[in-house]
């Protein structure tokens, strides 16, 4: 994978995944994202100096097995919402949903493609976009905060249950990005090497093409 157009996948997959949430909220009647301006796909107004340039450079230009990154958070009020006991839940794992179905769609190109007439580039472009949003809709599914996995396990979780896990996520929200660096690191040197081979693997399951 060329490592400049990795990046740019890894951008626009990024803002594709923030819009997501706010397009969630928005249809489960809370209007805060659109009233703000953050239901669009032009990356200006959601893009983050360290989470959407910074991080993902780093990990892109120094070959790190992990693509991950972060825009502003679209702002949604969770009492707005219509479905109140799933509302949120929905809202969380909207932006994985996102990634993961153009992961599916982009790698049925790449497994079809070539038969339908596209060119080699074409299949390239394809492939970079469904590993990148394979990985980042996976990545975000992880149960740990500010992970949206996190969040839509809190969210689903009796009030009793839901309510330990708040405390310990304000515990670590209250850490800043430092929480989320020692999360990045201890993930590289654990968990990294077999989630990117299930990643791989799955993306083989789809486009019958290897990395």
């Not at 679209?74 to 909207?94: D, F, H, M, Q």
């Not at 929200?173 to 968990?191: C, E, K, P, W």
């Amino acid at each position: 994978m060329v490592t400049l157009l990795a990046f740019v996948v890894l951008i626009l997959s990024i803002i594709a995944h923030e819009v997501s949430h706010g397009y969630a909220a928005d249809s489960l009647g809370d209007p805060t994202a659109r009233l703000a301006g953050r239901l669009t796909l032009n990356p200006i107004p959601h893009l983050d100096l360290m989470g959407s340039i910074i991080v993902p450079a780093l990990l892109v230009f120094s070959g790190s097995p992990i693509f991950f990154g972060w825009a502003k958070p679209v702002p949604y009020n969770p009492y707005n919402l219509k479905a109140r006991r799933w509302g949120e839940t929905i809202v969380a794992i909207a932006g994985s949903a996102t990634n993961l179905f153009l992961a599916v769609l982009f790698g049925l190109v790449v497994r079809y493609g070539a038969a339908a007439g596209f060119d080699a580039n074409a299949l390239t472009l394809a492939a970079d976009i469904a590993f990148v949003n394979l990985f980042l809709g996976l990545f975000n599914l992880i149960p740990f905060p500010p992970l949206d996995g996190f969040t839509a396990l809190r969210a689903a979780l009796p009030w009793h249950l839901a309510a330990g896990l708040g405390r310990f996520e304000h515990r670590i929200r209250t850490m800043g990005i430092a929480s989320l660096l020692l999360f990045l690191i201890v993930f590289s040197y654990v968990f990294a090497g077999p989630f990117f081979n299930f990643v791989v693997w799955l993306f083989g399951l789809i486009t019958g093409a290897s990395i």
